[in-house]
Structures are given as structure tokens and as C-alpha cells.
T-cell receptor
Framework: AQTVTQSQPEMSVQEAETVTLSCTYDTSESDYYLFWYKQPPSRQMILVIRQEAYKQQNATENRFSVNFQKAAKSFSLKISDSQLGDAAMYFCACIQGGSEKLVFGKGTKLTVNP | EAQVTQNPRYLITVTGKKLTVTCSQNMNHEYMSWYRQDPGLGLRQIYYSMNVEVTDKGDVPEGYKVSRKEKRNFPLILESPSPNQTSLYFC?????????????FGDGTRLSIL
């Protein structure tokens, strides 16, 4: 069975600084996909970034980038130039290829200090 | 606008009173799913559907029912709600066009069972 672990329940960062959120996962499949979702106080689930396991290149989306270490089964999210609007819960998630089941970590609450 | 619509957004009710949370998507997606979100547990899948008349249990199906009579709709039914079903519920959908498609989430339904 897939598992996704986020070891940091809470993190904080100063505005304009960089922060990295950790995520590790476990899957027996070689074909899988990884995601980071953002949940602001409005509680919407917003896709931040998607990574295909077969691609070695780390995905980036503006100020958001990932460090995908396949051998270590690690998928951390880096937020550069943090903004107040980045304050949210962040969830790491994984889908195995051939399945649509999205397995989530428990989340990391990010606080951005002005 | 492409969206997943859940109703109601908030509901306070009493133990044992049957309730239905509706979910509708306008993207012609085959896959739909229900999750519940609890503090410290992340999102856990309740039920999912791969297409019309095809539903299956997720990780926490006890106490819930679903149906998929039309492609766009996937209601979540609590026949006899209990206080341990107090939670934040999300409906999500995605296309089955190859693996790893991001799921689109509704805005959530906050249920309180007294």
C-alpha cells in the first residue's frame, strides 16, 4: 500500500525568504505521480505542482519547485520569495500509475511572518 | 467555468437524521471521489467511482453510501449520521485520460453531527 509522510506538522518563514516542506512516500510501483496541494484558510484544495516519477527533471511552477529524489523516495517543496498569501496547509499526495487513488500526507501548516 | 460543486457548504444536524451531500461536476470527468479531512489525519478517501454505476470503497467507507446514476453527479449519503462523522468533506473529480491526472476539488462541506 502507498503511504505518504509529512514529518513537519508546522513550519514558519519570514516574508521574502525561502522555505522547504518535506515529504517522503512509499510505493511498490515504478509508475506513479506526486503532487503538492495548497489549502488556504478558505479551505479550497489548490494544485500547486505535479511530478511524474519517470521524469528526472524537477517540476517548477513560478516560485514553487520540488526536489524529487526517487531513490530516497523524497519529494520536498521549495517556496521561494515567500508571500503572505502562501500561508496555508500544504498536502503532499501520491497516485500510483493505473490507479486513480490519491493518497495524502497529514499536511504541514505554513505560517508566513511579515 | 470548470468546477466541482458541493452542497451544502455547512450543515449542523443531529444523530440519526439522514442527510445527503450533493456533488456535481461539469467537466465530463469519469472519475469522482469523496474524502474526509480531519485534523492531524489529512484527507482520507471514503468512496470513489470510475464511471456511471461503478462505485467502490475507499479507506474509510463505514457509515457512508454513494451512488453514480449520472456521470456528473456523485452524492454522499449518511443514512444514520453519528458524531464521529463530524468532519470536512471534499468531492473531487478527474478524467481517466492516462494516469496521474490532477483531481479537481469542490470547496468542501463542513458537517457537524450533534
Amino acid at each position: 500500500a502507498q503511504t505518504v509522510t509529512q514529518s513537519q506538522p508546522e513550519m514558519s518563514v519570514q516574508e521574502a525568504e525561502t522555505v522547504t516542506l518535506s515529504c517522503t512516500y512509499d510505493t511498490s510501483e515504478s509508475d506513479y505521480y506526486l503532487f503538492w496541494y495548497k489549502q488556504p484558510p478558505s479551505r479550497q484544495m489548490i494544485l500547486v505542482i505535479r511530478q511524474e516519477a519517470y521524469k528526472q527533471q524537477n517540476a517548477t511552477e513560478n516560485r514553487f519547485s520540488v526536489n524529487f529524489q526517487k531513490a530516497a523516495k523524497s519529494f520536498s517543496l521549495k517556496i521561494s520569495d515567500s508571500q503572505l498569501g502562501d500561508a496555508a496547509m500544504y498536502f503532499c499526495a501520491c497516485i500510483q500509475g493505473g490507479s486513480e487513488k490519491l493518497v495524502f500526507g497529514k499536511g504541514t501548516k505554513l505560517t508566513v511572518n511579515p | 467555468e470548470a468546477q466541482v460543486t458541493q452542497n451544502p457548504r455547512y450543515l449542523i444536524t443531529v444523530t440519526g437524521k439522514k442527510l445527503t451531500v450533493t456533488c456535481s461536476q461539469n467537466m465530463n470527468h469519469e472519475y469522482m471521489s469523496w474524502y474526509r479531512q480531519d485534523p492531524g489525519l489529512g484527507l482520507r478517501q471514503i468512496y470513489y467511482s470510475m464511471n456511471v454505476e461503478v462505485t467502490d470503497k475507499g479507506d474509510v467507507p463505514e457509515g457512508y453510501k454513494v451512488s453514480r446514476k449520472e456521470k456528473r453527479n456523485f452524492p454522499l449519503i449518511l443514512e444514520s449520521p453519528s458524531p464521529n462523522q463530524t468532519s470536512l468533506y471534499f468531492c473531487a473529480s478527474s478524467p481517466l485520460q492516462g494516469a496521474g491526472q490532477p483531481q479537481h476539488f469542490g470547496d468542501g462541506t463542513r458537517l457537524s453531527i450533534l
